[in-house]
């Protein structure tokens, strides 16, 4: 598949795990990826193996950067917004961290290039959680991705005027470097609370955020789409005890 010919990506936070996924899958398509990460030795590793990729140094929590990066580009087809900002243990920064990082960080990303957008009528895809919509730890990260989750839906309907369409995946568990020296942790997670037996990976968040870059995702917009391996629609432990339990 060639969906994404000629066009120009962005993705954020791209030198690791689902990002840099990301920019090889749509690299493998077609696109000219702007590999763009807080890190840019990462963003460079990654990009020296694409077809036709730019490394770029970009922090998302840099509002000055943003706007000067996104817009000075000549064009753009494709945003994702991936970049989050690490958890750390002081609560009060913490949320500082998820909310004017990972919310705001990714909420100037996507002004920056919707003025793009709308020439190319382009697209915007949005890594959130299923922290989004349920208690899976850390409440600021949780409170952000789903803010973003909102956000999504109200671009989408300022947006969809302009032929440009913005949306949002919800992984599950993921093995990527954020799960570093907890591989016991990902096996067990898979086999007790996936219903589909594994974690996922990030090769399984690019191909879903693919679709909904690409032309066939042509009348889809505002939506969340949970890439989850049935873990929220499926409640497991409902089963478990239920079985276990023998009435008289
Ligand atoms: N891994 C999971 O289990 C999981 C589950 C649900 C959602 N997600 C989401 O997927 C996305 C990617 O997660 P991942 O697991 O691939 O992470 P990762 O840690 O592998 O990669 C994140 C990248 O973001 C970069 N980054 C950090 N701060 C940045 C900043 N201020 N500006 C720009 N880049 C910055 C890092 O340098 C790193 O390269 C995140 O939005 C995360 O919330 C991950």
């Not at 990066?69 to 913490?94: E, M, R, S």
């Not at 959680?129 to 409440?139: K, L, T, Y």
Request: glycine share 10%; proline share 5%; hydrophobic share 45%.
């Amino acid at each position: 598949m060639n969906r994404f010919e000629g066009q120009t990506a962005l993705i954020t936070g791209a030198g690791s795990g689902i990002g840099a996924a990301t920019a090889r899958r749509l690299a493998a398509e077609g696109a000219h990826v702007l590999v763009t990460d807080i890190d840019e030795d990462a963003a460079r590793k990654v990009a020296a193996d694409l077809p036709a990729a730019t490394p770029l140094r970009l922090d998302i929590t840099d509002r000055t950067a943003v706007d000067r990066l996104i817009g000075g580009l000549p064009a753009l087809h494709v945003l994702v917004n991936n970049a989050f900002v690490p958890f750390v243990d002081d609560p009060d920064d913490n949320w500082h961290r998820q909310l004017h990082g990972t919310l705001l960080g990714a909420v100037h990303c996507a002004r920056a290039a919707l003025p793009h957008l709308k020439e190319t009528r382009g697209a915007i895809v949005t890594i959130g959680s299923v922290n989004a919509e349920a208690d899976f730890g850390d409440h600021a990260y949780s409170a952000a991705k789903a803010a973003l989750g909102s956000y999504t839906r109200t671009l989408a309907g300022e947006a969809a005027p302009h032929g440009v369409r913005v949306n949002q995946i919800n992984p599950g568990t993921i093995a990527t470097p954020s799960w570093a020296g907890r591989e016991q942790a990902l096996a067990t997670l898979g086999a007790r609370a996936y219903p589909l037996g594994r974690v996922g990976t990030p090769e399984d968040i690019a191909a879903a955020a693919a679709f909904l870059a690409s032309p066939d995702a042509a009348w889809i917009t505002g939506t969340t789409l949970r890439v989850d391996g049935g873990l929220m629609a499926v409640n497991r432990h409902f089963r478990e005890i239920l079985d276990g339990v023998e009435d008289a």
